[in-house]
């Protein structure tokens, strides 16, 4: 079953919290549940960590709780620690019943860094990939016994940006580690959003639809800007969008062919005080149902 959800990230940002931090919490969830009418929402800094106050506070405007990002540092620390410190993350999950840990190795990442260019992002070797894989896995089958699957946020910024770092990635990894295909960091990180989803569609559990605006991306790059000096300047947006570069009615027939089943999540951080949320994110979320059911998602 198709379930569409959002991100408040859209309203108030977790890497950069000063952008939106004027808007209200009650707003968030009033708008994403009551008036555009998603069916869930992913994690952010505003929501209480008590698992059961995360459950009620999200279900009184009609949503659930997906998932949400949980920062790995297996670059660092072992696998054992890294399961220590995932314990309350976990918890959380399971009590909402969610079925994925979106997981991002960002020990050494640079997206949360406003003074340093995206361009400048961690790499690693073909052995350090290979070792990082394996530490990966090992996570990955812990949560599985858990009775959560582990999918990867490739990011910009960070370690796993590139198409060819998701192909080393998942060759480095399986069965157990899946993948949250990103089509917005994708097509940022230099890939064609329809091809790399083709290639992996059989270990992707997870789908952001997170649209580009082409012409601001390329100035990231080219001027040296910083990931969240990207965001602020309107590198990302919503499908539906006639500023932005993906077109998600092939996406949409690449899930369905595949019998996908998972969440479709409309991640699309923006300067809420310049392109109005509620307004944005109902383009988005109209516009993802509409090509879902051409696309015989739905």
């Not at 929402?41 to 009609?62: A, K, Q, S």
């Amino acid at each position: 079953m198709i379930l569409f959800g959002t991100n408040p990230i859209a309203w108030a940002n977790d890497d950069d919290r000063s952008i939106g931090a004027e808007i209200a919490t009650t707003r968030i969830l009033d708008e994403a549940g009551r008036q555009i009418g998603f069916d869930g929402i992913e994690n952010g800094h505003r929501w209480p960590d008590d698992p059961e106050d995360l459950r009620v506070l999200l279900g009184t405007y009609g949503l659930k709780f997906v998932s949400g990002w949980y920062s790995t540092e297996l670059l660092v620390r072992s696998v054992a620690d890294e399961i220590a410190a995932c314990q309350a993350h976990l918890a959380k999950l399971k009590h909402n019943v969610c079925k994925v840990m979106i997981i991002c190795e960002t020990s050494n990442a640079i997206h949360g860094d406003a003074g340093r260019a995206v361009n400048d992002r961690p790499t690693l070797s073909a052995s350090e990939m290979k070792d990082f894989g394996a530490k990966v896995e090992e996570f990955s089958a812990y949560l599985a016994s858990e009775g959560i699957t582990a999918v990867y946020h490739h990011h910009m910024g960070s370690v796993i940006e590139s198409p060819e770092d998701i192909d080393a990635l998942m060759a480095a990894t399986g069965p157990h580690l899946h993948l949250l295909f990103d089509a917005g960091h994708c097509a940022f990180g230099g890939g064609d959003p329809v091809a790399m989803l083709t290639k992996h569609i059989a270990r992707v559990r997870h789908f952001h639809a997170k649209n580009i605006r082409p012409a601001i991306v390329q100035k990231v790059r080219a001027e040296g800007w910083s990931f969240l000096q990207g965001v602020v300047g309107g590198a990302f947006t919503v499908p539906g969008d006639q500023e932005g570069g993906i077109d998600f009615g092939p996406l949409l027939k690449v899930l369905a062919g595949a019998g996908y089943d998972g969440w479709i999540v409309i991640e699309a951080e923006q300067d809420p005080n310049v392109r109005n949320p509620l307004l944005y994110q109902t383009l988005g979320l109209a516009t993802l149902k509409r090509l879902s059911r051409e696309a015989g998602l739905i």
